[in-house]
């Protein structure tokens, strides 16, 4: 079946660096646009970054420009979110998500999410 | 950025109800807002997409409208399994952005 399965979260200091990673199965994943969204404790959906399916294209959001990194592998059906400079602002549950193109595709299947903590 | 604004934030309501949340954008998005439910602890899962679909799996109670700047997402008679948070999200201008949330709750 389709699946997205993230890992990779843990407890960082904050100015540390981490990548999450998310391994697709049960689709092509080279067809898909891949997205990554986060949630803070207690808050909202914010939608982070994505990268299109041939991989020649992102978007991040302004708060983590220059900071994050979105990247794919299709060869592994994995998806990548490099993070640096963490701060405890970018602490949340991370989700990926895919989208059946780059214009107006919903994220359509997400995975279950891996949580990132940043904390001295 | 777009901003997205879901009313009411929390909503009360029993078995069997008709249940409504608006969701305004701050500009025209056309036809590409979404609906998501989620549960606590659980993914977000597509329900409406492009204003009026019916997303995968959901169940046709769900149902959503509007054009532009005001959407509505409607469930027709609710069922114990839709006490949930209910985001609404615009996909037509990059940053995608997200409603607040409206959490459904049992009165």
């Known amino acids: ?120 | 950025d777009i901003q997205m604004t879901q009313s009411p934030s929390t909503l009360s309501a029993s078995v069997g109800d008709r249940v409504t949340i608006a969701c305004r954008a701050s500009q025209s998005i056309s036809a590409w807002l979404a609906w998501y439910q989620q549960k606590p602890g659980k993914a977000p899962k597509l329900l409406i997409y492009k204003v009026s679909s019916l997303g995968s799996g959901a169940p046709s109670r769900f149902s959503g409208s509007g054009s532009g700047t005001e959407f509505t997402l409607t469930i027709s008679s609710l069922q114990p399994d839709d006490f949930a948070t209910y985001y609404c999200q615009q996909y037509n201008t990059y940053p995608w952005t997200f409603g607040q949330g409206t959490k459904v709750d049992i009165k």
């Open chain 1, 1 to 120: 079946q389709v699946q997205l399965v993230e890992s990779g979260g843990g407890v960082v200091q904050p100015g540390r660096s981490l990548r999450l990673s998310c391994a697709a199965s049960g689709f092509t994943f080279s067809d898909y646009v891949m997205h990554w969204v986060r949630q803070a404790p207690g808050k909202g959906l914010e939608w982070v970054a994505l990268i299109s399916s041939d991989g020649k294209n992102e978007y991040n959001v302004d708060s983590v420009k220059g900071r994050f990194t979105i990247s794919r592998d299709d060869s592994r059906n994995t998806l990548y979110l490099q993070m640096s400079s963490l701060t405890p602002e970018d602490a949340a549950v991370y989700y990926c998500a895919r989208a059946r193109g780059y214009w107006y595709y919903p994220m359509d299947v997400w995975g279950q999410g891996t949580t990132v903590s940043v904390s001295s």
